[in-house]
């Protein structure tokens, strides 16, 4: 199965200060990747996938940014954290021919102050 | 569109309780449907999954049967333990390479 490696695992920003989150996979290639965020409570929002290198699509219009630049790297940036941006954010891996079989990464816990 | 309904909880057992948590979805096909734990403070694992109808998914106890007749995938285990407290995520996938989640039940298992 696909390991997800993501980082920093926990960060307090300031607002206004930018941000940059990081994940890599392995034990694939040409994942499908995925950026949610998961606030107070327990409801996971999917925020960004990608199908491929350089393509992203948005879900939710937001504060904050996905790019990928390697096939299984993809990070999610954002110029100036705003405090609604607190939560915990949960990269994921999946391919098409495991039956939409999503992996998940240990995610990231982000506080803006 | 596609959308996933769970007991929203929390659900609060003895161990060695028998557990279910009921979760209906809404599809256009016939999707892939999932079951996902997250542990305190973790991100969320695969718990079991079932790909067609009647398929029967299985893990550490815990089963979930792909009921197309009446689109459910309750999650059940015979006897719950105090490490199994945790909040379970209802899944399904459909044709558009993404998930559709249920908003977690919180399950708490006392000694």
């Known amino acids: 199965s696909q390991t997800i490696h993501q980082w920093p695992a926990t960060l307090v920003q300031p607002v206004g200060s930018p941000l940059s989150l990081e994940c890599t996979v392995e034990g694939t290639s040409n994942p499908n990747l995925y950026w949610y965020r998961q606030a107070a409570g327990r409801g996971l929002q999917l925020l960004f996938y990608s199908v491929g290198i350089g393509q992203i699509s948005s879900e939710v219009p937001q504060n904050l940014s996905a790019s990928r630049p390697q096939d299984r790297q993809f990070i999610l940036s954002s110029k100036k954290l705003l405090l609604s941006d607190s939560g915990f954010y949960l990269c994921a891996s999946g391919t098409t021919d495991s039956g939409n079989t999503i992996y998940f990464g240990e995610g990231s816990w982000l506080t803006v102050v | 569109g596609d959308s996933v309904t769970q007991m929203e909880g929390p659900v609060t057992l003895s161990e060695e309780a028998f557990l279910t948590i009921n979760c209906t979805y809404t599809a256009t096909g016939y999707p892939s449907l999932f079951w996902y734990v997250q542990y305190p403070g973790e991100g969320l694992q695969l718990l079991l999954k079932?790909?067609?109808?009647?398929d029967k998914g299985s893990n550490k106890g815990f089963e979930a049967t792909y009921r197309k007749e009446t689109t459910s995938f309750h999650l059940e285990k015979g006897s719950v333990q105090v490490s199994d407290s945790a909040v379970y995520f209802c899944a399904l996938g459909g044709s558009n390479y993404k998930l559709t989640f249920g908003k977690g039940t919180l399950l708490t298992v006392n000694p």
């Open positions: 079932a790909t067609k109808a009647d």
